[in-house]
């Protein structure tokens, strides 16, 4: 019996010290777990607040195009989404990273998005690399609305581009787009050409309106046609439709503002200067813009105003 009572304590100290050993091994691992998840989130929120701060710097200023990357030490997906609702719409930048012997995805963070209330950032509404690019350019319409910023972590390749268009992207020194010889991993854009992953078509015809057919136009992407006036060209082939139109609708949002700001500047010059262009500043203010298929329209009445401006005695612009 006491053999037998003593094998029974072996046995059940054993059990019992297998039971609580697993129990300290998974308290450890999910303490552990929990850790790097609750690290991961802080990198990706930092990570987010850094990206939000890299914008700041490429305003341009008199410049016509700004470039720079950004490296991070893990891949990374950065989520875009952009809201067009409340004064002049935001947009919403969260970042989920690779971590851990899985390599699995973490959680987005920060929880909400890190908000951009004051830039005009295009781009897919998921990128996904370890190597961000960016360039700016500004928008006129006519006069500068506002500076427009690209972020891709894809490569491109233009093909048969026109020559201002390729001069254009060589002097902004981008790595992540190239011309001439594509590679079978490039997202390649085709000038009026169906057989690429994106198509460009020009529709600015009149030698004595544009310096490029391609000033205006529109761009073929995802099943979907979006138009597009000047710089707004690269907004078109970097983002995601979706973020595409959310974005031109907010800038038109700040471009009527800015008409009303600049009607009641013409008002009160008009007794100094004579007649100011002011029934185009109206139109514009107006505008009943409802996507980028009215882009066209808007620049035929900031076409005129322009030439208002210049002939004025007083320029507004």
């Avoid at 007649?275 to 109206?282: A, F, I, K, V």
Wanted: include cysteine.
């Amino acid at each position: 019996m006491d053999m037998n009572k003593k094998g029974f304590e072996f046995s059940f100290a054993w059990l019992f010290a297998l039971i609580v050993g697993a129990f300290i091994l998974f308290l450890a691992i999910y303490t552990t777990t929990k850790l790097i998840r609750t690290s991961t989130y802080q990198l990706n929120t930092v990570t987010a607040k850094q990206l939000s701060i890299i914008f700041e710097p490429m305003e341009t200023g008199l410049a016509s195009g700004k470039s720079t990357k950004a490296n991070l030490r893990e891949e990374t997906k950065i989520f875009n989404d952009c809201f067009e609702g409340g004064g002049f719409g935001k947009q919403r930048f969260s970042l989920s990273s690779k971590q851990g012997f899985g390599q699995k995805w973490s959680e987005k963070g920060p929880e909400g998005g890190i908000p951009v209330t004051n830039k005009y950032i295009f781009s897919e509404a998921e990128e996904q690399g370890k190597t961000i690019y960016f360039f700016s350019k500004p928008l006129e319409l006519p006069w500068k609305i506002s500076e427009i910023i690209f972020l891709s972590t894809s490569k491109y390749c233009f093909v048969d581009a026109p020559e201002e268009i390729e001069d254009e992207v060589k002097g902004l020194r981008l790595e992540n787009i190239g011309t001439g010889n594509c590679s079978a991993q490039d997202i390649k854009v085709c000038f009026d050409k169906s057989e690429c992953d994106i198509t460009v078509r020009g529709s600015c015809f009149d030698k004595y309106e544009c310096e490029s057919e391609y000033e205006h136009g529109s761009v073929e992407k995802q099943g979907k046609t979006l138009n597009y006036v000047g710089s707004l060209m690269y907004a078109a082939i970097f983002s995601s439709p979706e973020t595409y139109e959310c974005n031109v609708n907010r800038l038109i949002k700040r471009l009527m503002q800015q008409a009303l700001l600049l009607k009641d500047e013409s008002d009160f010059l008009s007794v100094k200067c004579g007649t100011l262009p002011s029934t185009g500043l109206l139109q514009i203010a107006g505008f009943d813009f409802q996507d980028s298929q009215d882009l066209l329209l808007l620049r035929q009445i900031s076409e005129n105003l322009n030439k208002e401006n210049e002939a004025a005695n007083c320029q507004l612009w």
